[in-house]
């Protein structure tokens, strides 16, 4: 009842929320590709209803309803609801509702089989407490998430992305030494994770990182066709503007975000604009009309994927990558955004520049340069 769970939602997608709504997609832990049971849905009659009716209120978009109904048929199914569990989990972290999300996970443990789905849940609780810490600022949940990410590696050694959320929990902590060798031993033991570890190797390098908010994962299909994912962008400053065709101080802001295009054109600076038009013939024919010749791609609503994953409840919405992955919440028309952006494009230049070095200690035939 429990694997259909687990193997239905992949153990490793929870560890993109911890990065602010990243979609980095990590692979299921391999041992958990087994047959799944036929159900993992509610067993009484009533339960049954009671499902029926959260799947409704989640349909409806009433998402705490859902939550408290989904709960309720799993007590009316006596615990054995797995797929009750699993959906008031996701819908409840996906609000920032932790204390439920918590709650939910807790009562699918008893619901596991073996030792891989008990540690895929305390990766899953670890980040939960993860995220509230980031949320509420308290170091208890951090405190937690490391005993939950124990509880794990004691069941599943070889589920390294453990070491990945433990090493984040003790940066914020402050125990900056036991960070570094966790993101370490994630890069040595990790084997199928590759999207995390240049990430793992930044932190290492550089503890504070982890402290800082970091930029979520994405990926976009622009107006044009073009593919863009975070990935391709690594070493550049981005530029990130959610609109739309029927926001006022959207359409003001504009000529100045046309400007900064065009001030920073040709250096490692990239600007995407998000629109989150409903009419896409709308929103085509308007980007045309006022030469928007950026990047442009649109998300729908407030409810799109990159809507979502950068939390973004209102607009104009404006968000700054610097060449770390940090991300910053900036406001087009602001004055000081240009000189914002100068600095970070600046550091990426040197960056890049330190990258493409040659050792200074050695020649061409490879010896030291003072060598005899």
Not at 74 to 100: H, M, P, V
Not at 331 to 344: E, F, P, Q, R, S
Request: glycine content about 6%; proline content about 3%; some cysteine.
């Amino acid at each position: 009842m429990f694997r259909a769970f687990f193997v239905c939602t992949s153990v490793c997608r929870v560890l993109a929320f911890f990065c602010f709504g990243a979609e980095i997609i990590l692979p299921a832990v391999g041992a958990a590709q087994q047959a799944q049971p036929k159900s993992a849905e509610a067993v009484t009659e009533k339960a049954r209803k009671t499902y029926a009716e959260a799947i409704d209120w989640e349909k409806h978009g009433n998402t705490e309803t859902a939550i408290r109904m989904f709960l309720l048929a799993s007590k009316q199914d006596e615990g054995r609801c797995g797929a009750c569990l699993s959906r008031a989990f996701n819908l409840a972290f996906n609000i920032g509702d932790y204390k439920d999300a918590e709650s939910a996970l807790r009562d699918l443990l008893p619901l596991a089989k073996s030792d891989v789905e008990r540690a895929a849940l305390s990766l899953r609780l670890g980040m939960t407490l993860q995220r509230e810490g980031l949320s509420k600022k308290k170091d208890s949940c951090f405190s937690e998430s490391c005993d939950e990410f124990k509880v794990g590696l004691q069941q599943h050694p070889k589920l390294s992305a453990l070491h990945y959320g433990m090493g984040v929990s003790l940066a914020h902590l402050r125990q900056d030494d036991a960070a570094r060798a966790e993101f370490n031993t994630f890069l040595q033991e990790d084997k199928d994770n590759g999207e995390l570890h240049e990430r793992a190797r930044r932190f290492a390098e550089r503890i504070e990182l982890a402290r800082a908010k970091m930029a979520p994962g994405f990926e976009v299909t622009t107006i044009d066709g073009q593919h863009i994912a975070m990935d391709s962008l690594q070493g550049k400053v981005v530029l990130i503007d959610f609109w739309a065709t029927w926001c006022g101080p959207c359409r003001e802001a504009l000529p100045h975000m046309r400007d900064v295009v065009k001030k920073f054109a040709g250096q490692p600076f990239v600007a995407i604009s998000i629109s989150l038009d409903s009419d896409e013939s709308k929103w085509k024919t308007f980007v045309s009309k006022n030469d928007m010749t950026w990047p442009q791609a649109r998300d729908g609503g407030f409810n799109g994927q990159m809507s979502r994953s950068f939390s973004v409840d209102e607009i104009p919405a404006t968000f700054s990558i610097d060449a770390d992955g940090v991300l910053e919440d900036q406001h087009v028309g602001d004055a000081n955004i240009d000189g914002k952006l100068k600095k970070m494009i600046a550091r990426a230049s040197e960056l890049a520049a330190h990258k493409q070095e040659p050792a200074s200690t050695e020649n061409k035939a490879g010896k030291p340069a003072d060598a005899n």
